[in-house]
């Protein structure tokens, strides 16, 4: 061709989308013949025939033969075909899809890959599993979208190969999909595989229906393996495998510091073993009346109470013995807890004045005073078992009767106690009395003196025997009138 | 590329700013150079000539007062059209006629007619057209997985859909104000363009004949078109209620011109689907649902996925290359700007009219039928 040919050529021809649009048209007009005048735009090179022909493409509905011109078209026109394929997410492209995904070319290679997302099924997951692991983001972002076939199934059976497993963990646990859970669960179960644990809890954080089936799974007996994976949920089948299962090693603890933590979950717990040993643990552990009165408060039953008199007879401790003296009336532990009180109030008794005192009266009789009635025997010395209705008192010394049993004149009381000795002693009681008193000592009468008076401690003595074990006293103390007092020590 | 109009909306694509989704705009891209800028006011198109100039360096663009000059350039691949409403669909068949792919702001057209002959031009001349209707692609994906939940069936079988705006049309003035002395710098006539010409009265705003929600409403009937599963479809009965545009599609789904009673989210350019067993709102700055569960769930593979691109204007670069249609595609925005503009038609009509989605016409109602197009002055006429 001549420079005059060039030039009259140039000015002759139309210019490139002027031929787009015939090219267009002639499709448009080609009938039957469509298809074939597409195959050849997209594999000849002429850029306006070829953009005619991606454009008509569009609306070409046969995409079996689409996806069979992949491997007759240049790498740039197939990369444009892969994304007409993918967005049409006919899966008949499959094959001749697969066939790109291996190509040398990374574009083309790359569009493949991401077309087999929407046109891909369980079949390329290895294929996307090993794509992805060689670092082709398109193969990561095509394992999110499969979605044909039981994908899921497909990538838990992939696991077994370990170069795989960050992919699949990765994809998995972003697909999050309750049907896949299952096997997910049972896999990691066997496995204990950490990665794949790691999958099982994204997924159940990720999606409240994908976490249903590790929910329904959790057992105390799988929480070990399966509270790593739902233990952040908030669902009352946590709830309970945590509190039983972070109960029970939080029951087995030795550490009083824990006693507040006990105390919550005997409050919180609905499982009634777990409830029970926390309320065991923390009466064993508390130190302290303020968590006594706490667990007082949760006791159920006569057993927590004893437990809870036990361990306040051990302290010494006021507020102890106020909180005993409150449950020496109930009908179920009223003796427990007279014991307790007794103990409290030995433990917090001044060493030389006996404070642990019960009390029975104001006994009177029509028409005699205090000095008759000093000779008038009366229920406690009977000893009538039931007839006698005992009454602690706090523990303190000189004990007012008046206090402990009302104003009154005219009358008598009685007082009893218990000392325990290690061994047979001797001993001197030292006593104080308004007014008169009588003394009985291991039941026999030791001493008595039938008088008005004002309290002199130690005014009286009296020598006993101490015998190994307990030991027995009570007192009959006269009431003329104003005070009402007495006090005992006992010296070794 | 070639830049016509370059205000404020196209001066955002051009250059970034606070409203827009691309940082930087495409002038900060690297797969686009600038070759013009197109405006009827003087001071806008050479201080944007000169900024770009000054951007990369050297003398490469030029400024001009009319864009056919620009479609007359062979070296420029693109135009993105950001002008005044009423001239969309002409500078978009002109374009498409020098050869050139195409994003264009919404409206895609002011008229039915004329989103049909941009349809028609787009498919001869095998161009590209991306509808500047983002939000299938910006906002965090938010509008693409509200219709992907809606179409998934989450909230249950799809009943009603609040498109928040109404119906929108056009109409040319029929009055005119007193002249007023014609600003220095500016095209009066090529800002009028296919409008009738009148004399200057100031006013040079870019919805100046717009009726209703001609401006917001394709952002709407766009999310609208895309939950309801219709983008190749359209209304079949329209009619209005306490003053909205209101329009039912084949399925039976209606759509109401007007917000969900109580709900916030929708304002921003957002719809409320609501169904069987529950209702989505998206805008742009929320997904929100009723029950609540139902937008935490994640989307499932085996769900519906559509079509999906991370942005906008790089859905439309990546098309220019690759020849594929983008994710706003001419037949998909004549079939949202048309729901928005049918509604305006009945609004302007105030009476229940039957709308043929496969012919394109209105059954047997020429005064409607009237209305699908509007006259441009020459030499505009498509």
Known sequence: MNTLAIILWLVAAPTEHIRCAEYVARINAAGERAGALIADGLAGDDPAAQSAAMQAAHDFYDTRRLAALLPTVSPPVQVALLGLLARRGDPVAMPSVVALARSANTEVRAAALRALGPLGDASVVRLLAEAAANGETAARQALLELRRGDVGAAMVAEWASPPLQKELARALAQRAEPATVGPMMKLYLETGNETLREALRQVCQRSRSAAEPVLAALTEGNAGALLPVCGGLVDPRVRVVLRRVGGRALCGTKDPELVPELIELARVSDDAAVRALAFRAAARLSKGAASFRQLLALAKGPEEKRLVLAGLAALRDAEALKMALSLCEDVEVGAEAAEAARQLREALAKPEWLTNWEVAGPYRQEGKNFSQLFEIVFPPETEEVGAVRWKVLPAESPVDLQKALGDGEQCVAYARTRVLSDKEQPARLEIGSDDGVKVWWNGQPVFARNVARLLTPGEEKVNVTLRPGVNTLMLKITQNNLGWAFCVRLVK | ?382
């Open chain 2, 1 to 382: 590329m070639g830049f016509i109009g370059v205000g404020g909306q196209g001066g955002g694509h051009l250059f970034g700013g606070a409203w827009t989704y691309l940082t930087g705009g495409y002038a900060a891209r690297r797969d686009v150079q600038v070759l013009a800028v197109c405006d009827v006011w003087r001071d806008r198109r050479e201080r944007a000539k000169q900024r770009l100039n000054q951007h990369y360096g050297r003398d490469v663009c030029e400024a001009y007062a009319d864009f056919r000059q620009v479609l007359e350039r062979a070296d420029i691949d693109a135009v993105l059209i950001a002008t005044p409403a009423h001239w969309h669909a002409v500078m978009s068949v002109r374009a498409v006629e020098a050869g050139k792919d195409v994003y264009c702001e919404k409206p895609t057209a002011v008229t039915i007619r004329e989103s049909q002959a941009v349809l028609a031009a787009v498919r001869q001349y095998a161009r590209i057209y991306q509808a500047g209707t983002q939000q299938r692609s910006e906002y965090g994906g938010r509008f693409r997985l509200a219709c992907e939940l809606v179409r998934s069936g989450r909230i249950g079988r799809l009943k009603e859909i609040y498109a928040w705006r109404d119906g929108g049309a056009i109409a040319w003035p029929k009055t005119f104000a007193p002249e007023k002395p014609l600003p220095d710098g500016f095209d009066w006539d090529l800002y009028l363009g296919p409008a009738p010409m009148f004399p200057f009265d100031g006013n040079t705003g870019p919805h100046r004949f717009d009726i209703g929600e001609l401006n917001w409403g394709q952002h709407h009937y766009d999310i609208v078109q895309w939950g309801a599963d219709a983008d190749a479809t359209g209304p079949v009965e329209l009619w209005v209620e306490n003053g909205r545009s209101c329009y039912r599609y084949a399925s039976g789904v209606t759509v109401y011109g007007r917000p969900y009673p109580g709900e916030k989210v929708g304002g921003n350019g957002g719809v409320c689907f609501v169904g069987e067993h529950g209702r989505i709102a998206v805008d742009r700055d929320a997904l929100v649902s009723e029950p609540p569960d139902i937008v935490r769930e994640p989307l499932r593979p085996v769900e519906v996925h559509l079509d999906r691109a991370d942005s906008h204007s790089g859905n439309f670069l990546d098309c220019v290359r690759s020849r594929l249609r983008p994710i706003c595609d001419i037949a998909i925005a004549h079939r949202s700007v048309s729901a928005l503009l049918l509604g305006g038609i009945v609004k302007q009509l105030q009476r229940p009219l039957q709308w043929d989605p496969a012919r394109e016409q209105f059954v047997g109602d020429d005064e409607a039928n009237a209305l699908l197009d509007i006259p441009h002055r020459p030499p505009w006429q498509l």
